[in-house]
T-cell receptor, first 112, second 115 residues
Framework: NAGVTQTPKFRVLKTGQSMTLLCAQD?????MYWYRQDPGMGLRLIHY???????AKGEVPDGYNVSRLKKQNFLLGLESAAPSQTSVYFC???????????FGPGTRLTVT | GDSVTQMEGPVTLSEEAFLTINCTYT??????LFWYVQYPGEGLQLLLK?????DKGSNKGFEATYRKETTSFHLEKGSVQVSDSAVYFC??????????????FGKGITLSVRP
């Protein structure tokens, strides 16, 4: 039982490049989330999903897209990376509500 | 909208000192309150929670009481250890705001405990 895993752990991109971050959970959770963590800003919600095939915008969705084609996976895409997207990205999941969330270890992304 | 305000940090304490981390909230409905902890290099994990007024959450020697009259959920520990060094986040979820209610986090505070 791995919980929530994220791939990759680290990535460096040049401005304008694209990439996809993968989040996987093996707990059969309905809800999944993508956050970014920046110094002094806490965690900010990018996008979330309340079930397979659904996605919704969070607090800071601009510049990101997501997909939830399978219940266990939640993908975060950056179509054209910008230096402002340099951050640590966390994925989380929860059973049937946002009540108790389980977090992955994070992905550190640097955009130069 | 909902919001969580945490005291400014960082906080540095000596081992066995008493810890208080303040947290106040604003919510439109009847929120549930949480403390999450993030150890160095890891993701967040739930430390404790309280779902209604006057509830006390506790775990690993940490406690927090849901005070509706002061809209607060302060985190306390009687004797901190070096292993408690981490970032602590206060959070709320207001399930009465709709099916798509979400966790709202404070900015977090860094605790360093020296031997």
């Amino acid at each position: 039982n791995a919980g929530v895993t994220q791939t990759p752990k680290f990535r460096v991109l040049k401005t304008g490049q694209s990439m996809t971050l993968l989040c996987a959970q093996d707990m059969n959770h309905e809800y999944m989330y993508w956050y970014r963590q920046d110094p002094g800003m806490g965690l900010r919600l990018i996008h979330y999903s309340v079930g397979e095939g659904t996605t919704a915008k969070g607090e800071v969705p601009d510049g990101y897209n997501v997909s939830r084609l399978k219940k266990q996976n939640f993908l975060l895409g950056l179509e054209s990376a910008a230096p402002s997207q340099t951050s640590v990205y966390f994925c989380a999941s929860s059973p049937h509500s946002p009540y108790e969330q389980y977090f992955g270890p994070g992905t550190r992304l640097t955009v130069t | 909208g909902d919001s969580v305000t945490q005291m400014e940090g960082p906080v540095t304490l000596s081992e066995e000192a008493f810890l208080t981390i303040n947290c106040t909230y604003t919510a439109t409905g009847y929120p549930s309150l949480f403390w999450y902890v993030q150890y160095p290099g890891e993701g967040l994990q739930l430390l404790l929670k309280a779902t209604k007024a006057d509830d006390k959450g506790s775990n690993k020697g940490f406690e927090a009481t849901y005070r509706k009259e002061t809209t607060s959920f302060h985190l306390e520990k009687g004797s901190v250890q070096v292993s408690d060094s981490a970032v602590y986040f206060c959070a709320l979820v207001d399930l009465y705001t709709g099916a798509n209610s979400k966790l709202t986090f404070g900015k977090g505070i860094t605790l360093s405990v020296r031997p």
